[in-house]
């Protein structure tokens, strides 16, 4: 796979008859290994390990209902009250972000209501926070670390 504008970690990967496969320490099972769950994946030990969330705050690929249809957030990170804070949105490396990829997201916010918002390709990443006053969107270099 690809290398990834995210630090390296050790995953396990392995083979069935028809597709590697790589573990998913979020759901506990293993998954095909697409280039987009490649990234999902990085961006999951880039949060536990680097930002130090706690794997109990993470959900992966949670429905939602979104004008009757069926959504799924690549990956949600809750408060310890429950409630939303981060939600990303995973690309494939070769897959451009573009305002479709910002409109999707903030689609899905309209239902979520995180207060912060990341969409990355693996090898761009963009870290926005919600400004409620302003109701607008700040770029950000960066997201915090998880503080209790």
């Not at 790589?22 to 293993?30: A, L, M, Q, S, Y």
């Not at 429950?82 to 990829?101: F, H, L, S």
């Not at 997201?105 to 926005?128: F, M």
Request: net charge positive.
């Amino acid at each position: 796979m690809q290398k990834l504008n995210l630090p390296t970690y050790p995953f396990r990967i392995k083979n069935n008859e028809k597709h590697h496969l790589i573990f998913d320490e979020v759901r506990k099972k293993h998954v095909v290994l697409t280039p987009e769950e490649w990234v999902r994946q990085h961006f999951i030990q880039f949060l536990l390990l680097k930002k130090k969330y706690p794997i109990s705050l993470i959900a992966v690929e949670k429905q939602h209902t979104i004008n009757n249809l069926k959504k799924r957030s690549d990956i949600l990170v809750f408060n310890t009250k429950g409630t939303p804070d981060i939600i990303v949105e995973c690309k494939a490396p070769n897959v451009k972000i573009t305002q479709d990829t910002f409109d999707q997201i903030a689609r899905y916010n309209l239902k979520i209501d995180a207060n912060y918002l990341i969409v990355t390709n693996g090898l761009e990443h963009y870290y926005c926070m919600l400004d409620i006053s302003n109701e607008t969107y700040v770029f950000l270099k960066d997201i915090p670390s998880y503080k209790i």
